[in-house]
C-alpha cells in the first residue's frame, strides 16, 4: 500500500491528540523518535503503540540508537553504549572487536524492539579521518574502508538477529565533511575515483542490508551544486554505482544544509529520486505541509518500502544475560 513519503517524529513524551489526527490524515510511511520522546519504558511502549494506533498499521518505529552522544534511549532505563569508533578501537584483535560489534548489535536490537522501535538508523558506514568534524567522527566504526565494512556488517548483523532492522548512513559517505550539516553544507573535493575506493567502498559492499540514508553532501564529480539528497545524479549514483537499491530516504529535512522551506526541500529530495524524506523537529505546522504538499510514495517506492519491512527476520531465541556477559568479557579484555 502506498503510504506518505515522508517519515514524522513527534514532539514530545506523549502522542496528542492534535498529532493523532496530523498523522491519521497524512498516512507517513514511518515514525522516528528522540530523547524528547523517551522518559521511561512503559511510557515509550505506549507512545510507539499509539503512533502505530493513529495509522492504523504496524508502522516502522525509527531511532538514532547509536551509542556515545547519539543515542536516544538512555540510562537510567536503557542501556549506555560508548561510541562507536572507541569501541572498535579499543582492540587489537579484529575479529574479537567484530564480535564484540556484533553482541552491540544485538543487545541494543533487544532493547529497541522491547519498547516498540524496529528500525535502528544505523550503523553509521562512514569513515573517520583526521579532519572529520567533531559531530561525526566518533559515530563511524573506522578509518579504512575495510575496518568500516566488517564491523558495521556485524553490527547490522546484530541488529537483524534481534528483529530490528538497519538503515545504513550516510551514503555516499560523510567522513571528509569538515562542517557539520545541521548548520551547513559540506563539499567533499576530494577525486571521484578515490572516494570509489575508500568512502563509497562500505555502502556498495553493505548494499543487501536493503534501507539507507542520504548525505546532505556535494560531491563535485557527481553534482558540482546540488547535495546528493537532491541530486538526481547523485541518487542514480547511489543505485546504479553504489548499489544502493532498496528503500532510500533522505538525512533529515529539518537540517541546515539544505537551503529553502521544509516543502522545498522535501520535494527537491523526492524529485531526485529518493523514496521518503525524514522530517524529525516535530513541528505539527510542518508536517501538515509536508504531508499536503508531498503526497504518497511513487508506486515503485512504495514497492521497495514492502521489500525492506519484509526482511525483518524472526527473532530466534536469545539468552540475554549470556550476550551481555560475553559482551562485557570482551569490553575488559579490549
Not at 575515483?193 to 560531491?219: K, Y
Not at 504518497?296 to 518500502?305: D, H, I, N, T, V
Request: charged share 25%.
Amino acid at each position: 500500500m502506498r503510504r506518505g513519503a515522508f517519515t514524522f517524529a513527534p514532539l514530545g513524551p506523549v502522542l496528542t491528540p492534535y498529532e493523532a489526527a496530523l498523522f491519521r490524515e497524512g498516512d507517513p510511511w514511518g515514525f522516528i523518535i528522540f530523547q524528547r520522546n523517551c522518559e521511561n519504558p512503559e511510557q515509550l511502549r505506549r507512545l510507539t503503540g499509539d503512533l502505530r494506533m493513529a495509522v492504523g498499521w504496524h508502522a516502522p518505529v525509527l531511532i538514532d540508537q547509536e551509542g556515545g552522544r547519539v543515542q536516544r534511549m538512555r540510562a537510567p532505563h536503557w542501556s549506555e553504549w560508548m561510541p562507536p569508533l572507541d569501541q572498535v578501537e579499543a582492540f587489537e584483535d579484529r575479529g574479537k572487536a567484530a564480535r564484540a560489534m556484533y553482541l552491540r548489535g544485538v543487545l541494543i536490537g533487544v532493547e529497541l524492539v522491547a519498547h516498540g522501535v524496529d528500525v535502528n538508523c544505523a550503523p553509521s558506514c562512514d569513515i573517520a579521518y583526521a579532519d572529520t568534524h567533531p559531530f561525526l567522527r566518533n559515530r563511524c566504526y573506522g578509518t579504512d574502508a575495510e575496518t568500516v565494512t566488517s564491523m558495521a556488517r556485524a553490527c547490522g548483523e546484530g541488529h537483524m538477529d534481534a528483529g530490528c532492522l538497519t538503515v545504513l548512513k550516510h551514503a555516499p559517505g560523510h567522513g571528509r565533511a569538515v562542517v557539520d550539516s545541521h548548520k551547513n553544507l559540506p563539499r567533499i573535493d576530494v577525486d571521484l575515483a578515490e572516494l570509489e575506493e575508500t568512502d563509497f567502498a562500505p555502502f556498495r559492499a553493505l548494499a543487501d542490508f536493503g534501507m539507507a540514508m542520504t548525505a546532505h553532501i556535494v560531491v563535485p564529480q557527481i553534482d558540482p551544486n546540488v547535495p546528493v539528497t537532491q541530486s538526481p545524479a547523485g541518487v542514480a549514483y547511489l543505485r546504479d554505482r553504489l548499489g544502493l537499491t532498496g528503500l532510500l530516504m533522505s538525512d533529515d529535512i529539518s537540517m541546515n544544509a539544505l537551503a529553502g522551506d521544509v516543502v522545498t526541500r522535501g520535494e527537491a529530495a523526492l524529485a531526485a529520486g529518493c523514496d521518503l524524506v525524514l522530517h524529525c523537529n516535530g513541528d505539527a505546522r510542518e508536517m501538515g505541509s509536508i504531508a499536503q504538499s508531498l503526497g504518497k510514495m511513487s508506486l515503485e517506492a512504495a514497492k521497495r518500502a514492502d521489500v525492506a519491512l519484509a526482511a525483518r527476520r524472526t527473532t530466534r531465541d536469545i539468552d540475554i544475560v549470556a550476550l551481555e556477559a560475553e559482551f562485557d568479557a570482551l569490553i575488559q579484555g579490549a
